[in-house]
Nanobody
Framework: VQLQASGGGMVQAGGSLRLSCVAS????????MGWYRQAPGKQREEVAH?????????RYEDSVRGRFTISIDNAKNTGYLQMNSLTPEDTGVYYC??????????????WGQGTEVTVSS
């Protein structure tokens, strides 16, 4: 299984971007997915997480709650992070990580490469 993140770019403050994370390979289901941000000179931090089960659970970092929305489309093997009202503090490299089930290997965690987001003031 491989995860491919995309959708980053340069945007002005107040703008929006939608990041995508496509899982390829023998994907049966994406159990959960997280998006992580690494700002320049800082450690990587989780900004949003979604887990699917009997109920869907969401987790957002305080600074993005109400502005970012995480989702999974299992029909497309893709996770998304819709980012609205962006601020310069949202600048960084965004990584996706998913817990993915395959028939061959069961459930495992995978990481995608980063996609860079730059928000100008």
């Amino acid at each position: 299984v491989q995860l491919q993140a995309s959708g980053g770019g340069m945007v002005q403050a107040g703008g929006s971007l939608r990041l995508s994370c496509v899982a390829s390979g023998s994907v049966r289901v994406i159990n959960s997915m997280g998006w992580y941000r690494q700002a320049p000179g800082k450690q990587r931090e989780e900004v949003a997480h979604i887990s699917r089960g009997s109920t869907t659970k969401y987790r957002y970092e305080d600074s993005v709650r109400g502005r970012f929305t995480i989702s999974i489309d299992n029909a497309k093997n893709t996770g998304y992070l819709q980012m609205n009202s962006l601020t310069p503090e949202d600048t960084g490299v965004y990584y996706c990580s998913g817990n993915i089930y395959t028939y061959r290997e069961g459930s495992n965690d995978y990481w995608g490469q980063g996609t860079e987001v730059t928000v100008s003031s």
